[in-house]
């Protein structure tokens, strides 16, 4: 098995530790439009979720993803003061 953080993935996660907030992978697929699709989008959060790089939450609906102060950083990407991070 391969690496699963490749360089979409990383785009993903960066955006998410940027912006903040808790996206849910609808929100994702629609703000990424048409760079990612939903499936890739979900690969992406369980590779990301897997590794502790981002939390995940039950909403009503579906699952919301989010870079948190409790999330690692990725590798080789130093995150000083995390400054989308949740509490």
């Known amino acids: ?15 998410l530790q940027r912006d903040g907030g808790w996206w849910t992978v609808s929100m994702l697929a629609h703000h990424w439009r048409p760079t990612f699709a939903a499936f890739e989008i979900q690969q992406a959060m369980d ?9 995940s939450r039950d909403h009503a609906t579906a699952v919301a993803y ?9 590798p080789d990407l130093p995150i000083p003061s995390q400054p989308g991070a949740l509490a």
Do not use: Y
């Not at 490749?6 to 955006?15: G, N, Q």
């Not at 989010?66 to 990725?74: K, P």
């Open 47 to 55: 590779a990301l979720e897997a590794g502790s790089f981002v939390a």
């Open 66 to 74: 989010a870079f948190t102060s409790d999330c690692n950083a990725l």
């Open 1 to 15: 098995m391969g690496n699963a953080i490749t360089s979409d993935v990383r785009a993903l996660w960066l955006m």
